[in-house]
């Protein structure tokens, strides 16, 4: 089976919630399943050694309105692959990969985040001390017509227009990735959206719950159809 795209976006609501995630992928935050011997690796915003919520702030301070009460004021985007890219050999040894595959997937999802967002995208972080190498990416979704920070704008909508955004935003990452025989996922599924955290616990469990967990979700139509 050819390994799979994995993106999921998060709404990140409040300085409180952009702050707690900052404090967890940056380790500040004790994190079990974390290998304390190795380094991850900061892929944008790298000069940058701030605090993730007061960058967010920063930027939102360039627009001519304040947020609304109940603004997104940051998405986190997460990026990855089926272990099956990263670990053709045996997908279910847990903590290890090919660094070659490894790097060439954190290049091309890295340059498309760039491409895409420019410097809304103010920090990329990669991990490398989980059971499966992992992005966490973090954009302002400022709305330079509007004046506004609008996450409907870039990634949700009425009227179906949020699935049909999240649906091209799929078909755009396949593609950057698919040069590296990464595919996305059928379209056209009904599955519930996996949140962020759920994508999260299954790539740090253990190799036996991992297996388990993505071939739920592949038996679910949940991790091979991506909206």
């Not at 103010?122 to 509007?146: G, Q």
């Not at 909508?157 to 950057?176: E, F, H, M, V």
């Not at 962020?196 to 979700?217: I, T």
Request: some cysteine; proline content about 5%.
């Amino acid at each position: 089976m050819s390994p799979l795209t994995i993106l999921r976006i998060e709404k990140l609501k409040t300085f409180g919630n952009v702050a707690g995630s900052d404090d967890h992928v940056t380790r500040n935050r004790e994190t079990p399943n974390a290998d304390p011997t190795r380094e991850n690796v900061r892929l944008i915003g790298g000069e940058d050694s701030r605090a993730l919520e007061e960058i967010v702030k920063e930027k939102i301070a360039t627009l001519k309105h304040r947020p609304r009460k109940d603004a997104v004021l940051c998405t986190e985007m997460f990026l990855s692959a089926s272990p099956e890219y990263f670990r053709p050999v045996d997908p279910s040894q847990s903590g290890q990969w090919s660094d070659s595959l490894m790097q060439q997937w954190a290049i091309a999802s890295r340059d498309w985040l760039a491409q895409n967002y420019g410097s809304k995208c103010v920090r990329a972080e990669l991990h490398l001390d989980e059971s499966t190498p992992h992005i966490h990416a973090y954009i302002v979704p400022l709305n330079e017509k509007t004046g506004r920070v609008s996450h409907d704008a870039m990634f949700g909508g009425r009227g179906g227009q949020g699935r049909i955004k999240l649906s091209k935003l799929q078909d755009s990452y396949a593609a950057a990735l698919a040069p590296l025989g990464i595919e996305r996922g059928v379209k056209g599924s009904k599955a519930t959206h996996t949140k962020v955290k759920e994508y999260y616990q299954a790539v740090n469990s253990e190799p036996r719950e991992q297996c388990d967990f993505v071939r739920r979700l592949k038996k679910s139509a949940i991790a091979k159809n991506y909206i």
